[in-house]
């Protein structure tokens, strides 16, 4: 049946797309051959000159996530993606087998509040993760709050849950259809009986109570136009009295015309002394000021006045702060200083920085320090003296977090995992250092049967970069394995050794997964970091390109069995390596990309990140920079791409869909070649966020099954692999 459909301007519920089912002759070949004809996206007459020189956009109309016209392109394109995923022929088995093999019980740390102790719990299949509690001394389970009552469809999430310093008040935010936006509701603990009116528009933001009177949060006043798209760079802290109307909320911080902060955040401390602001103009560094609360209406002092430091105070005791922070010291280190002269010349080290770099965490009147060696977890128990208490046993090599909790707790609880071990809960004994095994899940899957190893490989310019490459043991180093290389590289953050399900059921078809820690990300401290940001870009995409060398160079794989994928800015990272190396890899899988990079800052809060990626406007050589490598901007005619398969939300205010919408408008105009280029648009969904789990198990059957389709696999390798065995 051959199905004919255009996409027209004066009709724009009229979508239609091409597509054949071409069955090639059985006697020759089983392989059948996907041929699409992607729908018409009208281009537009739109310049933007940057010093000097035009910019064309022809695209620029797919910003208007409002529109009528933009709503019907979602629409068909859609259309096309489904009916070519549907002709994947085991679609439907690698759904089951993630449905299958997701369908455990998954518990949370629990942590106390009041009388009671708390964890959240999924008992398998659940779109959100449940609240339950715990009577201290009991072991009676009780239902506390269930998100998957928010909503029919699974599609409102659970946020910040945070409880009055007594632990009978909780005000609790929500998500609705994955966007950044939020809600506040306010319920009685005890009685689980809502007691105010919801506070509404608030946007990025911590729940922080004083005693039980009220709480501090932060939002930005709602924008003109979509409130999914338009520029928010003007954030404010306000005090929310219990009992009274959002309206007469106090403004506390920020909307200050001639300094914009975009983002500031408000905390308690946990004795109810002092207000602690972090204001920040992007998202690395941030000013630091404090004000006593003990005090009625006493000044905010200003302890740093700069955003040359990532700096916050994580304890105080009385007067004392502690600080952690990498001011002069890029790996960070613990500082203490009084209250009253709390600027940086007064500073006394605690914890002094190493050669590697610190996260710290604080409970049960301790500091627990954990170390990133090589992305790997080492964690170190310290008294506010800074003497080392104990090393921390942990149970393998991988990712250790948690480790935090209130200061009369002697039991504090952390996780444990790494790529193939699915992630366990210990409890710790803060005064012997005893680790137990709290919880442990069962899971049909056997991390015996897996391994990972660390390389270290050579970047373009020399650098070593380190690489956990895991698979199943036994695996054939063949040139042939489906090989999945993720990356991110951007934004001080660390890829350290996490389990993941979608990834075990990709290691169970045979593939491997590859995970470099590319410049940019947070490894190796502030200079890794910044060997990544603004004219050293390039090096996060060298980096990348790089590893894909390595595996292939190494038969881990080859070209022909080669995927690329990233998120957010691993989205732009997938981007920019396909259209710098098309012949790199056979898929190309961009998630909710950071894909203009001329346009990115004039969407929501995307101008707080100009300190990783400078700005078009910033100069003329950041303007040719970034316009050498925006992934939009270098989509070539007459290039034959790799199988690319963009996905998005809808709902996506943090890195809006237009990104992904006219990266996907130039490949489909410009691929030469059979290579399919598709979007998938998820609708009611946004960054990732709270993203319901009947809808991550079918965004991931359809990435995996896409991959290993266009990789030339007509069924899953595991059946291959089952065959070859049985003959």
């Known amino acids: 049946m051959l199905l004919t459909y255009l996409y027209e301007k004066d009709n724009p519920i009229c979508f239609f797309a091409l597509i054949i089912l071409l069955d090639c002759n059985k006697e020759i070949s089983n392989e059948k051959v996907i041929e699409i004809n992607y729908p018409l996206t009208k281009t ?196 929310h009295k219990l009992g009274t109307p959002q309206k007469e909320d106090t403004l506390i911080f920020g909307g200050t015309p001639e300094e914009k902060h975009r983002y500031i955040y408000a905390h308690v401390t946990e004795d109810d002394k002092y207000l602690i602001i972090t204001p920040r103009i992007s998202t690395s560094g941030n000013k630091l000021l404090i004000k006593d609360l003990s005090v009625n209406n006493s000044p905010f002092i200003t302890i740093l006045n700069d955003t040359e430091s990532d700096t916050s105070i994580i304890e105080n005791h009385g007067s004392t702060l502690y600080l952690v922070t990498n001011l002069n010291v890029p790996n960070k280190r613990i500082v203490k200083v009084d209250a009253s002269n709390p600027t940086p010349e007064h500073w006394v080290d605690v914890i002094a920085e190493t050669e590697h770099v610190l996260n710290a965490s604080v409970g049960g009147g301790y500091f627990f ?24 046993e942990l149970p393998g090599l991988g990712t250790a977090s948690g480790f935090y909790g209130k200061k009369e707790d002697v039991t504090l609880y952390y996780s444990f995992t790494n790529y193939n071990t699915p992630s366990r809960i210990y409890s710790l004994n803060t005064q012997t250092g005893k680790a137990t095994l709290h919880w442990s899940p069962k899971i049909d899957f056997d991390s015996n049967d897996y391994e ?169 050589e950041m303007f040719e920079y970034i316009k050498g490598y925006s992934p939009v901007h270098n989509v070539k005619a007459g290039v034959a791409y790799p199988a690319t398969l963009i996905t998005t939300g809808d709902h996506d205010d943090r890195v809006v869909p237009a990104h992904s919408f006219k990266f996907a408008a130039e490949l489909q105009s410009k691929q030469s070649g059979n290579n399919p280029t598709l979007i998938r648009i998820e609708t009611d969904a946004g960054h990732g966020a709270g993203t319901p789990v009947s809808k991550i198990i079918e965004e991931y059957a359809d990435v995996f099954g896409f991959t290993l389709f266009n990789m030339g696999f007509k069924v899953l390798p595991s059946k291959v692999n089952e065959k070859l065995k049985d003959n």
């Open 44 to 239: 537009v007459d739109s310049i933007d000159i940057y010093f000097d020189v035009k910019v064309n956009d022809p695209y620029r109309w797919l910003e208007d996530d409002r529109s009528k016209e933009t709503e019907a392109w979602v629409k068909a394109q859609n259309v096309v993606t489904n009916s070519y995923l549907d002709n994947i022929p085991f679609r439907k088995e690698l759904k089951e087998r993630l449905s299958n093999l997701w369908n455990y019980e998954k518990i949370g740390a629990p942590f106390k509040e009041g009388n009671y102790m708390y964890f959240s719990k999924n008992d398998g299949l659940q779109n959100q993760y449940v609240v339950y509690r715990k009577k201290i001394g009991s072991e009676d389970e009780e239902l506390f709050l269930d998100p998957n009552t928010f909503s029919k469809d699974g599609t409102t999430s659970l946020d910040t849950l945070s409880f009055s310093k007594d632990g009978n008040i909780v005000a609790y935010s929500i998500s609705e259809g994955g966007s950044d936006w939020r809600k506040i509701l306010v319920m009685d603990a005890e009685t689980k009986k809502i007691i105010e009116d919801t506070l509404i528009d608030v946007k990025f933001t911590q729940i922080s109570w004083y005693k039980n009177e009220g709480f501090y949060y932060s939002s930005y006043d709602k924008p003109m136009g979509s409130e999914l798209s338009a520029k928010t760079d003007q954030h404010k802290v306000y005090y």
């Open 369 to 392: 320090a954990e170390y990133m060696v090589d992305a790997i977890s080492k964690v170190k128990q310290y008294d506010y003296n800074g003497k080392l208490i104990r090393d921390i």
């Open 452 to 620: 990972s190893k660390q390389v270290f490989y050579n970047s373009k310019d020399g650098t070593k970069i380190p690489m956990m490459i895991t698979y199943k043991k036994g695996l054939e180093l063949n040139g042939k394995n489906p090989t999945i290389l993720y990356g991110y590289g951007g934004f001080n953050i660390s890829l350290t050794p996490t389990f993941s399900i979608s990834n075990a059921v990709w290691m169970e078809q045979g593939g491997i997964l590859a995970i470099p820690n590319l410049r940019g990300g947070g490894e190796y401290g502030r200079k890794w970091h910044d060997e990544g940001t603004q004219l050293k870009r390039q090096n996060v995409f060298d980096d990348f390109i790089a590893a894909a060398e390595y595996l292939i160079t190494n038969k881990y794989t080859s070209s022909n069995y080669l995927a690329l994928r990233g998120g957010s800015n691993g989205g732009l990272l997938v981007g920019a390596v396909m259209t710098q190396r098309p012949d790199l890899a056979k898929v190309a899988l961009p998630a909710v990309g950071v894909l203009d990079m001329l346009r990115y800052h004039t969407f929501t809060a995307g101008a707080g990140w100009a300190y990783d990626y400078g700005t078009a406007e910033q100069s003329k």
